[in-house]
């Protein structure tokens, strides 16, 4: 693994990538928040030796590094999934090969489904804990003790002072932010309604398919990390209704917006 990270590290230090400060994971519907980047280099996925390739029609995939605020940012614009046939390893080494390259602070952004009935579509949650039903661990392969602890305390995963700046630039601005617990599932299939009453009972706020294997390698890597949603649609089984992914992604695109100003507004604090 140290190999293969090194091969993508040197090559993206080749194309410009010159020491980040902040890595970004940017999900479903939020490909714009690149363009608030003064960009300086970027380079294709396809292009970075050992890096997956996203399989989602409406993930790009580049990694974009530039200027944000005042800082060296480099930013994910399209994310793996483990629904897309990858390792967990695969799906989180980009957070490895951005923390090689010299970030110290990651923040990351997706799409999820209200659990919570108090939560309405086009709501920002920022994320207090989560739950991992995804039936594995980026950390579950031979060798993990030769990149730090095997067995990694996650009694707090998201990083408190960071997370207490985006409630306090939510409130500054008046940008609705809810605070829960992000239940992550495999998919890439929709919860019948017998699965989305199970995810209230155990406490989920929110679901989705992504981040928690990321943010379990950050704090593996001990990476401060932050991470928000994207309250996409309503999970109410008792009135659910069919999804349409196009609508989710209209949505999500719809609250990027405030998502670009929380994100920018810390990344100016940090």
Do not use: W
């Not at 519907?29 to 690149?34: R, T």
């Not at 970027?42 to 790009?60: L, M, R």
């Not at 707090?156 to 992000?182: H, L, R, S």
């Not at 239940?183 to 209230?200: D, F, I, K, N």
């Amino acid at each position: 693994m140290k190999k293969h990270i090194q091969e993508a590290v040197a090559y993206l230090k080749e194309k410009g990538f010159d020491t980040p400060e902040i890595g970004i994971v940017l999900g479903t519907g939020l490909g714009k928040f690149v363009d608030e980047i003064n960009k300086e280099t970027f380079a294709s996925y396809k292009q970075i030796p050992n890096f997956p390739t996203t399989t989602v029609e409406f993930h790009q995939g580049k990694l974009i590094y530039g200027t944000l605020e005042g800082k060296k940012v480099v930013v994910m614009q399209g994310r793996f999934h483990l629904y897309e046939g990858y390792s967990a390893y695969e799906v989180t080494f980009p957070i490895r090969v951005m923390h090689e390259l010299g970030i110290k602070k990651l923040l990351v952004s997706n799409a999820a489904g209200a659990i919570n009935k108090g939560y309405n579509k086009g709501e920002l949650m920022l994320i207090d804990d989560h739950i991992n039903l995804q039936g594995g661990s980026p950390l579950a392969f031979k060798g993990i003790e030769e990149m730090g602890n095997r067995f990694v305390d996650l009694n707090q995963p998201y990083d408190a002072i960071m997370n207490k700046k985006i409630e306090v630039i939510a409130k500054q601005n008046n940008i609705t932010i809810q605070k829960g617990v992000y239940a992550s599932v495999m998919g890439p299939q929709l919860e019948t309604r017998a699965e989305y009453r199970y995810l209230g009972i155990i406490g989920a706020d929110a679901v989705g398919m992504s981040t928690v294997p990321e943010i379990i390698v950050a704090n593996h890597l001990n990476l401060p990390v932050s991470a928000v949603s994207v309250i996409t649609d309503e999970c109410d089984p008792d009135n659910l209704k069919a999804v349409n992914i196009q609508e989710i992604i209209e949505i999500a695109e719809k609250a990027e917006p405030d998502m670009i100003l929380l994100f920018k507004e810390l990344i100016k604090e940090l």
